[in-house]
């Protein structure tokens, strides 16, 4: 099984909807990240977590790390078009540089 | 400021072939860390230099080898190129900060083994 379980894997909404994307750990993480991706292309850095409980905001995506850092959220007011893609989290478990990723989640935004 | 830069794109490749990945890291990062990304599914970590030395590696095959130059640039080669090794490979680097690691991914080279 997947080290870091996101959901849902797929979402489609109309544009202006707000979404929600969860990342789940089963153990403590030190660092988590959040990149979005255009299919076939490198990683667009959003947002790193660290402290339990901290909150992000970049434009209209903002990210969440509970307080127990094991799950965090991706959250994203009236989507656009643009935020089309794949969404992906990552963990880097003990700080050593090596990421672990989530299976990704593909959003589709429909105008 | 350049990013990370990955050579070639694209590339085919025949089974049982060897081929050379590229990467440049961003300006001031000495760290460079390799994934692998299987259609559909999230990168996987193949290893990590850092100093000239693979310092990490996740769990790939020996035909995964690596390579760290004084200039920070690093390579990946694959030996025996197998179908399942048909992938998008990402370059990241980093450097180690007060805050952890940040990470710049490079666009990637996509490999198709035929």
């Known amino acids: 099984s997947q080290e870091l379980e996101q959901s849902p894997q797929s979402l489609i909404v109309q544009e202006g909807k707000n979404l929600t994307i969860n990342c789940t750990s089963s153990?403590?993480?030190?660092?988590l990240y959040w990149y979005k991706q255009k299919y076939g292309e490198g990683l667009i850095f959003l947002m790193m977590?660290?402290?339990?409980?901290e909150e992000k905001s970049h434009e209209k995506i903002t990210a969440k790390l509970d307080e127990k850092k094991q799950q965090s959220s991706l959250h994203i007011t009236a989507s656009q078009p643009s935020h089309a893609g794949i969404y992906l989290c990552g963990a880097d478990r003990w700080n050593t540089g090596k990421l672990i990723f989530g299976q990704g989640t593909t959003l589709q935004v429909k105008p | 400021d350049a990013g990370v830069t990955q050579s070639p794109t694209h590339l085919i490749k025949t089974r049982g072939q060897q081929v050379t990945l590229r990467c440049s890291p961003k300006?001031?990062?000495?760290?460079v860390s390799w994934y692998q990304q299987a259609l559909g599914q999230g990168p996987q970590f193949i290893f990590q230099y850092y100093e000239e030395e693979e310092r990490q590696r996740g769990n790939f095959p020996d035909r995964f080898s690596g390579h760290q130059f004084p200039n920070y640039s690093s390579e990946l080669n694959v030996n025996a190129l197998l179908l399942g090794d048909s992938a998008l490979y990402l370059c990241?680097?980093?450097?180690?900060?007060?805050?952890?690691?940040?990470?710049?991914f490079g666009s990637g080279t996509r490999l198709t083994v035929v």
């Open positions: 990241a680097s980093s450097s180690v900060g007060w805050q952890g690691y940040g990470y710049t």
């Open positions: 300006s001031g990062h000495d760290t």
């Open positions: 153990k403590t993480l030190y660092g």
């Open positions: 977590l660290q402290k339990g409980g």
